[in-house]
C-alpha cells in the first residue's frame, strides 16, 4: 500500500486534486483552532482521497468504470398485440 500511495503522490495533480488539498489543509486548520473533532474527521478523509488520488479528487473524478467488452446488444424481437375497442 505504501508503495502505491508513493506512486500516485508525486503523479497527475490536477484542478479537483488541488482543491481537495485546500480543502483538507482549511479543515485541519479549523480543527486545530476550534478543537473541532468533526472538521479534523472531514480533514482526513479528504486528505486521504487526495493522497491516494481516489474518491471524487481522484484521477476519474466520480464517474463509475464502465466494463470494457466486445459484446454487443441483441436485437430483440417482440410481437405487437393490439385490442378491439368495445363501442
Not at 488539498?21 to 478523509?45: K, P, R, T
Request: net charge negative; proline share 2%.
Amino acid at each position: 500500500m505504501i508503495s502505491t500511495i508513493n506512486s500516485k503522490l508525486p503523479a497527475n495533480w490536477h484542478f479537483t486534486r488541488v482543491i481537495g488539498l485546500l480543502l483538507a489543509l482549511f479543515f485541519g486548520v479549523q480543527a486545530i483552532v476550534y478543537q473541532e473533532v468533526f472538521a479534523a474527521l472531514i480533514s482526513a478523509f479528504f486528505l486521504i482521497q487526495v493522497v491516494t488520488n481516489t474518491g471524487c479528487f481522484g484521477s476519474q473524478g466520480c464517474s463509475v468504470e464502465h466494463p470494457k467488452s466486445d459484446a454487443h446488444t441483441e436485437t430483440v424481437e417482440f410481437t405487437e398485440i393490439k385490442t378491439k375497442k368495445e363501442q
